[in-house]
């Protein structure tokens, strides 16, 4: 069981996947704040006592020589899978943007869902709104009924959105009905995520994202009681027969948030790189650094955590 594990512990190893990718902030380079965050990522998950399995991670065996799919980590204990993303939004550190964070998701064996790397139509909503949206229906019928159940006018409905051409329609349709738009550049995860905290401000997420990027985010608004649909949308055969193989059979299946995340004991935490609208980002100052981040666990506590770092000797 998850709850065996101490769930604070695993927020040491997002902080030391932040902390890593945060010296690379704006230097233009993201494949080396990815590279610095999984090494520190997998450093720290090979400390605790757990026997972890990745079912979400960097890619397949020979495309990635870390935190690969199917790769063990831990020094043994209980026996975990875990879905992670060293840098969700590699651009966004590359170029100082906000919204990047490390993230991880942890459930008992059996419980992720192991998505192919596709595309994934989604829809994410809070806990006020999550029995009354479905990713079939129109964007007009999901906006006023997210409109009715926070008891607002569809003016004041806030939708994040990937700003991607492929978006052209939904953007459209959603401006048709009357809501807001914040588009985001990239880091849907934070954004679907951001809808069941209501501090944000954003009450929606529609769009097509990474599959992958998909079970992350269930996995914390599954904790949160909020809801959260997806529908795989390959973007080429390849992708589609990859999909098949792995055992999906009918592609088109409508996937509600138990299919995306089977167990009912998850831990899902996160933690900031660049400020954004659910955590803020690493902060250097003097000899230390202060990290934020948020955990969340299924039974319904949720923790934002700072934390003030020591860092090595300074360089002379």
């Given at each position: 069981?998850?709850?065996?594990?101490?769930?604070?512990?695993?927020?040491?190893?997002?902080?030391?996947?932040?902390?890593?990718?945060?010296?690379w902030?704006?230097?233009?380079?993201?494949?080396?704040a990815?590279?610095?965050?999984?090494?520190k990522?997998r450093?720290?998950?090979?400390?605790?006592?757990?026997?972890g399995?990745?079912?979400?991670?960097?890619?397949?065996?020979?495309?990635?020589?870390?935190?690969?799919?199917?790769?063990e980590?831990?020094?043994?204990?209980?026996?975990?899978?875990?879905?992670?993303?060293?840098?969700?939004g590699?651009?966004?550190?590359?170029?100082?943007?906000?919204?990047?964070?490390?993230?991880?998701?942890?459930a008992?064996?059996?419980?992720?869902l192991h998505?192919?790397?596709s595309?994934?139509?989604?829809?994410?909503?809070?806990?006020?709104?999550?029995?009354?949206?479905?990713?079939?229906?129109?964007?007009?019928?999901?906006?006023?009924?997210v409109?009715?159940a926070l008891?607002?006018?569809?003016?004041?409905v806030?939708?994040?959105?990937?700003?991607?051409p492929?978006?052209?329609?939904l953007?459209?349709e959603?401006?048709?009905?009357?809501?807001?738009?914040?588009?985001?550049?990239d880091?849907?995860?934070?954004?679907?995520?951001?809808?069941?905290?209501?501090?944000?401000?954003?009450?929606?997420?529609?769009?097509?994202?990474?599959?992958?990027?998909?079970?992350?985010?269930a996995?914390?608004?599954?904790?949160?009681?909020?809801?959260?649909?997806?529908r795989?949308?390959?973007?080429?055969?390849?992708?589609?027969?990859?999909?098949?193989?792995?055992?999906?059979?009918?592609?088109?299946?409508l996937?509600?948030?138990?299919?995306?995340?089977?167990?009912?004991?998850?831990?899902?935490?996160?933690?900031?790189?660049?400020?954004?609208?659910?955590?803020?980002?690493?902060?250097?100052?003097?000899?230390?650094?202060?990290?934020?981040?948020?955990?969340?666990?299924?039974?319904?506590?949720?923790?934002?955590?700072?934390?003030?770092h020591?860092?090595?000797?300074?360089?002379r």
């Amino acid at each position: 069981m998850v709850t065996m594990v101490n769930s604070l512990d695993f927020i040491t190893v997002t902080e030391s996947a932040a902390l890593a990718a945060s010296r690379w902030m704006g230097r233009g380079e993201r494949d080396a704040a990815d590279g610095a965050a999984v090494e520190k990522m997998r450093e720290a998950l090979g400390q605790m006592d757990i026997a972890g399995r990745i079912v979400i991670g960097e890619g397949e065996r020979d495309e990635a020589p870390m935190l690969f799919i199917g790769e063990e980590v831990g020094r043994g204990g209980t026996p975990v899978d875990i879905a992670v993303d060293p840098v969700e939004g590699t651009n966004l550190v590359a170029n100082g943007l906000p919204n990047s964070i490390a993230v991880m998701a942890i459930a008992e064996r059996g419980g992720l869902l192991h998505a192919p790397d596709s595309y994934m139509k989604k829809l994410a909503v809070g806990p006020k709104a999550a029995p009354y949206v479905h990713l079939d229906a129109s964007v007009r019928e999901n906006l006023e009924a997210v409109a009715n159940a926070l008891d607002k006018p569809i003016s004041d409905v806030c939708v994040v959105i990937l700003d991607r051409p492929r978006h052209a329609d939904l953007i459209r349709e959603v401006r048709e009905a009357g809501a807001r738009i914040k588009l985001i550049s990239d880091g849907d995860v934070d954004a679907c995520i951001a809808t069941a905290i209501e501090s944000t401000g954003i009450h929606v997420a529609m769009g097509t994202g990474g599959a992958p990027e998909g079970v992350l985010a269930a996995a914390a608004i599954k904790c949160l009681g909020g809801n959260f649909m997806g529908r795989l949308q390959p973007r080429h055969q390849e992708e589609a027969d990859r999909a098949t193989a792995m055992g999906f059979g009918d592609l088109n299946r409508l996937l509600l948030i138990d299919d995306l995340v089977k167990s009912d004991n998850v831990i899902f935490c996160a933690s900031g790189i660049t400020d954004g609208d659910l955590v803020r980002g690493v902060r250097f100052f003097g000899n230390h650094a202060r990290t934020h981040s948020i955990l969340v666990h299924s039974n319904g506590t949720v923790r934002f955590i700072e934390s003030v770092h020591r860092l090595g000797a300074r360089p002379r």
